[in-house]
């Protein structure tokens, strides 16, 4: 009687996984067992290594050449040349986030306690802190790392709840204004489970009519199917809008402007680049593998969402007073321009690589500058809390002209002006579509041109909330009752160097990180 092989797990391929998730339990073990006043000792190295350990096994496998080019975990996850820079943009971007986090005075002392209550005034005199940030944050992390290399929608689900579910518990965590925050955290969590179920829902409806939840398994169902299934058309709607509301695209973008101004702003740095970034590679390999069958069915309907995203974000973020929602709309804005370079990925082979590239770039650079941005207003800081009403950055030039110079210099990255990182972003996404609207047989060529239009425009509009803020900052007496300028630890001295040397050096010299994204494009995703 022949027995049947044991299902083999690549240890390996997923050891950048595994230590992040392996961190993640011992974390929890030292909150069980630890002495209170030892385990912020013990959290912040196991977390920082651990993430550094990560990053260095994700090295090791590309200098090595040992891309995978087939799914592991039985099938279930596939970790590519696109998932191993994804990978490590997510690490590098939790790495900075950590240094912030573990800044003092950002999280509250007791989260139990009622905001404004003796319990809590009691809690925050004994300095007591919520060292469980650290493993959920890992946790979050690995969630990030699971989320964009899955193979399966089902595995996908797994990865974008463990992902989600410590991000509603850390939003509502802030140590001043906790009913802010709490109320960040409660519509994080209601909007989030909306979208999960959507997700879920549409993925029972895709395995109702393709029989299996392994993205080509769909794949190759929808390339023998000879007409359009009602199932298959709703189950791909449901996914669709579990995919966009995490990337924040309208319609689906009204939680991030309150969940962004509620949170500890460590976290919102978090959720504002590496959630970002595992979003979009979840949708390019969700459209890209699952659906590439039916491109010509969800492009038009991708095109008017991204045209969307990018009106509503800009225009909106003209109407903002307050630096964190502003920051929110500029993050809902620039998913609406990585959804241009999505639209984009549907060419010739040579196409595919270019625009894949294009992508890649713009969420490595967009990412770094975006934590450089966020340590910023850490530092800017009124009695009950951070200086977040803009009326409290007039003058800031005056008062801390290094400072307002660094957030000056990464508002206009995010602005696209040319020697900055979010310039050759732009260039590299726009002109990835252009070219793909050249290619013979595109029905959507005219409209890849005209989405380009939409987005410099959108542009340009986001130019004019950018620099009215630096206007703000430089060109505006201080008041005398203005902010103050805190201490920076080492941290978060560290955070803002690294963001403004990347910023600066990418904006400078593009070629070292588009080679890299180059060289992960090229192998593209497994299908």
């Known amino acids: 009687m022949n027995s049947i092989p044991a299902p083999t797990i690549e240890y390996g391929t997923l050891a950048p996984l595994l230590v992040v998730f392996g961190a993640a339990v011992i974390g929890v073990l030292v909150e069980a067992f630890a002495p209170r006043y030892l385990r912020k000792s013990i959290h912040v190295p196991l977390t920082l290594l651990s993430l550094f350990g990560a990053f260095v096994l994700v090295l090791v496998q590309v200098l090595r050449g040992n891309v995978p080019t087939a799914p592991v975990a039985m099938g279930a996850v596939a970790v590519d040349g696109p998932a191993l820079f994804i990978w490590g943009v997510i690490l590098v971007l939790s790495f900075v986030c950590v240094l912030l986090i573990n800044d003092e005075g950002h999280f509250v002392a007791s989260a139990a306690a009622v905001p404004g209550s003796a319990d809590e005034e009691e809690a925050e005199a004994e300095g007591g802190g919520h060292t469980e940030v650290y493993p959920l944050v890992l946790f979050a992390v690995g969630g990030m790392l699971l989320f964009p290399a899955s193979h399966d929608l089902l595995m996908m689900f797994v990865g974008l709840e463990v992902m989600s579910l410590p991000l509603y518990l850390l939003c509502g965590l802030a140590r001043r204004r906790r009913l802010l925050s709490q109320e960040a955290s409660m519509k994080y969590f209601l909007l989030g489970a909306f979208s999960s179920a959507f997700f879920l829902y549409g993925t029972a409806m895709v395995y109702g009519f393709a029989g299996t939840v392994s993205l080509p398994g769909i794949n190759a169902a929808m390339a023998k199917s ?147 941005a966020f340590a910023v207003v850490t530092l800017v800081r009124d009695p009950g809390g951070e200086a977040g009403h803009l009326s409290r950055w007039a003058g800031l030039g005056k008062r801390a002209p290094v400072l307002a110079g660094v957030f000056a210099f990464f508002l206009l990255a995010f602005a696209g002006i040319p020697m900055t990182s979010g310039f050759f972003g732009k260039y590299a996404v726009f002109a990835a579509a252009l070219n793909s609207g050249t290619q013979p047989g595109d029905s959507m060529g005219g409209w890849m041109a005209g989405l380009v239009v939409v987005g410099v425009v959108a542009s340009a509009i986001a130019a004019f909330f950018y620099v009215r803020v630096i206007v703000l900052m430089f060109f505006s007496e201080p008041a005398a009752d203005g902010p103050a300028i805190a201490v920076p630890s080492m941290g978060t001295v560290a955070v803002i160097a690294i963001s403004l040397l990347v910023t600066v050096g990418v904006g400078l010299y593009p070629e070292s990180v588009l080679g890299v994204a180059n060289d992960a494009a090229r192998s593209l995703f497994i299908r």
């Open 226 to 372: 000879a007409s359009l299934d009602p199932i298959l058309m709703l189950g791909l709607a449901l996914l669709g809008v579990g995919l966009l509301f995490k990337i924040g695209a309208a319609p689906f973008q009204a939680w991030k402007p309150d969940v962004y101004q509620g949170a500890p702003t460590p976290i919102t740095a978090l959720m504002a680049s590496g959630t970002l970034v595992a979003a979009v590679g979840a949708v390019l390999r969700v459209f890209w593998v699952g659906l590439g069958n039916l491109d010509w069915n969800w492009r038009p309907i991708i095109w008017g969402v991204a045209a969307l995203t990018m009106i509503v974000g800009s225009i909106l973020a003209i109407t903002q007073t307050e630096i964190k929602r502003m920051l929110a709309y500029s993050s809902i804005a620039h998913a609406g321009f990585l959804l241009v370079g999505v639209m984009a990925t549907f060419g010739s082979a040579d196409q595919n690589v270019v625009s894949l590239k294009a992508i890649l770039f713009y969420l490595a650079v967009y990412g770094i500058t975006t934590v450089g």
